[in-house]
């Protein structure tokens, strides 16, 4: 009936993620423990909240299409030029600019088998070549990736580092010598997510004068701003200037621009966020030990909870949470999906799953 | 350096606005009234900000990737089903997905010379062919339309109604016909940003069973929720269904739909800004007449004033109500340059304008 593009007609309605407002309205009720889209329940920055409410009364202005003050304050937070900032509607929507950038209809893009769906999402609706290479012991594969990059002389790849849907992580070091082993002209798209809660070591210096990667960061995770969609990325500032040329300029609204800039002035409160993530991985992977499940080291605000068998079984324990009003989330493919995904939360969320899941575990054996 | 597509290395790094707030740092000084880019300056409704307010507490939560509370209640108001409404970053974000959708490279489409910039930044980043019909008597020429759209059987046809920039309107059943003289498989984007201050007999009905067109209206104007970016199209259920195969399912924050959603519920307050614009309307043209200018006719929220030159004049009126700390907009094209675009404001910003016209004129005329 519409004259869809080629490539549009070709594509699947499916969609990345289902929200857990789908699952709460089809079950009647809300959960009562939300650890599935790793957010973090202990909350925003109040002085984002703050600044987020104040800036409400001056949403009638468009946002600054600069993002002058948050890429100011974002480039000074990290010594790199602001010209190599570029700031956008979170880690998805930069993503999609730089999927549009680089990749033409049967490009080659090279990322892990059972990595980030959305970045998949994008490759796909931009015709690109996806070509996924397994995990190795839990961790995305470096050397599987260069080699598949070499191979297929991809013009993308994609590294999360930390690493979601497993929380595990490679050093800097190691992501350093990935970096010189991808074939010339190759772009590293670092998804960066989780460096806010991952050790220091994890994390190489930003180098804004390598024009192979672009570090995508966001305010989504340890800042507590999902709800916001502000994410941004570090690159040379060829690959960040050339953003303007497809970007929504207007994308980044005020109350958007403001609440993050408020979030990254508040250093005492992601020390916090930090201090209450790390407690909060401990209590998981101590309530999964009690149930006799392993849980995986996590460099990042969620912790892959290894249930012992199968897929088909791990989805039975998270069906099982999930009606026992726990909300959590599992990798898509074997033999990650052996695991369930558990988001850090504050106390009354991990009391909510010490209780649920021996029952959770109960059912699926059954 | 970098390997972008060639439709991306082909692209300009223009932008299709420049905001109020590059002009403000490079003046060193804010404006004093910021007339010029149609926003409301009598803001949002107070419940809207009320409830932008209590989502920033919830900030860390995602918004609802299906958002369905505020499609429903749009659905309602509107009294259409819900599966043809589709909610997005902005009427600037949905059209970035409708072209995407449905142009791919040299596919044409069909504009009048000097409308909305945004679309066609969109059009050329999509690779389209972008033809362009000026004017007629200021009004978007629907037989010039129609008319290029059958020479080039072009896929997408872009009409503003009421118009931006010229504040002009064609009735409903001009558009109705309109529709009927496009040629087979055409889709109208039909950008009715202006539909909630316009008369009601400029609007036609709503009927998601017709394919031809696709509606969109936006929160950013009438609500006063340009900060905040959220849009929607009405469409026939095909058509706004596509949108799921490459839209940014997360795009729409947590922050944005309460705020949206307490806007529509307002009807009140909507009440409130028509009364208001429209009185500015007649201040604007009072002010224009006053100085021996001649406002032209509007159903939006901005007068357009014709400054009785051309538009090197009415650029330099422009900078010189700017100098004044009156920021304004003018056309981008002859003839509807010699024009500038004065937004609807509070009384203050009203004043202001008039203090500041009659000087920027003798300087315009110096």
Known sequence: MHRLTPLAESLPATVPFVGPETQERSRGRPFAARLGANESGFGPSPRAVEAMARAARDAWMYGDPEVHDLRHALAAHHGVPVESIVAGEGIDGLQAYLVRLLVAPGDAVVTSLGAYPTFAFHVAGNGGSLHAVPYRDDREDLHALAAKARETGAK????????????????????????????????????????????????????PTDGRVIRMRTFSKAHGLAGLRVGYAVA??????????????????????????????DGAWLDHVRAEVARSRERIAGIARANGLQ????????????????????????????????????????????????????????????????????????
Chains 1, 2 share one sequence.
């Open 156 to 207: 993308l790849v994609y590294l999360a580092n930390p690493d979601n849907p497993m929380g595990s992580w490679h050093g800097a070091d190691a992501v350093t010598r990935f970096l010189g082993d991808l074939p010339e002209g190759t772009v590293l798209c670092l998804d960066e997510a989780y460096a806010d809660l991952a050790p220091a070591e994890a994390i190489p210096p930003l180098d």
């Open 236 to 265: 040379h500032p060829a690959l960040a200037g050339a953003f303007d040329r497809i970007r929504n300029h207007f994308g980044l609204g005020r109350v958007a621009q403001a609440g993050a800039l408020a979030a990254l002035e």
């Open 295 to 366: 849980p995986l080291p996590s460099a990042a605000n969620f912790v892959a909870v290894d249930c012992g068998r199968d897929g088909a079984f791990a989805r039975r324990v998270l069906d099982a949470l999930g009606a026992r009003g726990v909300f959590v989330r599992m990798p898509g493919v074997a033999p990650l999906d052996r695991c369930i995904r558990v988001s850090c939360g504050p106390e009354p969320d991990m009391a909510r799953l010490g209780e649920a899941l021996p029952e959770a575990l109960r059912d699926a054996r059954a």
